[in-house]
């Protein structure tokens, strides 16, 4: 690795411009996005990929080495990454920070505590409820309904067991005895009002009018009402600064915040997006899971809220993936399959179509695996054509840069041929339960939405306290088109069912539960943990 000055530096970054946070990592101050204000703007490239499967589709790795492409082409790419969450590191997913030889360093930093902003979000999180409590039990003069406290408490891993809670029990003086939760830090209203914030004023706004439960006349009672947003904009002060860091290949990336995109908005924050575009000639993102979550709510919450617009989009699939769409199991996918993959492509041509819906260029990056036969590429080739979309093989994590070279020309000659023509799936306007069928409809292609009585309840709610202005961020299942997580490839006919609903104020959306998706994941049967050590010289291994 480079001296993380001179990656800096590479980005016109002076001295006083960048805070060493040892000597692989950097904090940049928000100063240097207001002095590059009115400034030169880069294009913006969206990364997302097909609905995940246990194959792997690699968007991450497929992401760094597009920047890494980018810049062997002599084009001054910046990668703008979230922040990996301890909860999928020691359980499923493991680390965040691609792989093979398109990775992001120091990769074991990034992946545990980093500069500690998931710690400082959990912190201003629990500060928060902490205040709740001490409210409720130091006379609550506005008169807070301690059953209508709908904010919970955060913590970075998963743990199931503290799903349902009941805290302030043994006596009068150890507070308010209430039902109560805790969610995992990535699906906190704090984690995404930091990642959508502008500033350290817009966050203190958006700290304010947190809305943590009603009074007795059902009126919102806000975080500026329990006066803790100075508080929680104080243990977020260092956190609102995104964090500089490189690829294996020199390359700057810029990695801020990581709320999950299947139960909240799923991207970046908005000040490390301004940021790469502000320093490079490209700045390369991505949105989390498939292009049906965590795409349509950066393109329908984060551009929105931003006043950014994309200028192009790559879908990222694997044959492996597309084979397993197709019906084939997860032991059988080495073996070539020609009518698994043509039946699994409907999956990758919906996202594709889907995409197109918002004006956006669209092409496919096909992330290879030593597996794939000759005659599978030349397939998918072919189908790719048939639809109309353009397709480059992409061999990042066996190449690196070199293995990217071929889809980041293909990405410049779209940018300089292909005019996007951004534009959301809805207005404004629209009312919330009419915002949330757009997206089941022509996102997820249900035929109906059907709505729960405490979904409609709250959602009228909502509305009336002046709520049906703003975007709705559905949460559902990442393995499926649909709310049930078995019906894979391009499932129709089905019905989302919207359980609940709750205001993120602070972030500005409507969350839409659908199905039975939690916000805090438990750990499964054999977690990544198990194969994770420290060595007696202290080399950390099994992260990644």
Known sequence: MQPISEIAHSLGLTDDEFEPYGRQIAKLPLSVLEKRKGGPQGKLVLVTAITPTPAGEGKTTTTIGLTMGLNKLGVKAVAALREPSLGPVFGVKGGATGGGKARIEPSDQINLHFTGDLHAITAANNLLAAMIDNYLLAGNPKRLDPRSVSFQRCLDMNDRALRKLITGLGGKSEGVPRETGVEITAASEVMATLCLAEGYADLKKRLARIVVGTDETNEPVTAADIQAEGGMAVLLKDALKPNLVQTIEGNPVIVHGGPFANIAHGCNSVIATRLALALGEVCVTEAGFGADLGAEKFLDI?????????????????????????????????????????AGFSNLARHAENLKKFGLPVVIAINRFPTDTPGEEEALEKLCKAHGLKVALSDVFGAGGAGGEVLARLVTETLATETASFAPLYPDSLPLRKKIETVAKEIYRADGVEFLPAAKNRLAYLTKRGYGNLPVCIAKTQYSFSDDPTKLAAPVGHTLTIRDAKLSAGAGFVVAYAGTLLTMPGLPKRPAALDMHLSDDGEISGVM
């Open 302 to 342: 984060k551009m929105r809220q931003a006043g950014l617009a994309p200028d192009m989009v790559v879908l990222v699939a694997t044959l492996r993936a597309l084979k397993m769409h197709g019906g084939v199991p997860l032991d059988s996918l080495k073996a070539e399959n020609l009518v698994a993959l043509e």
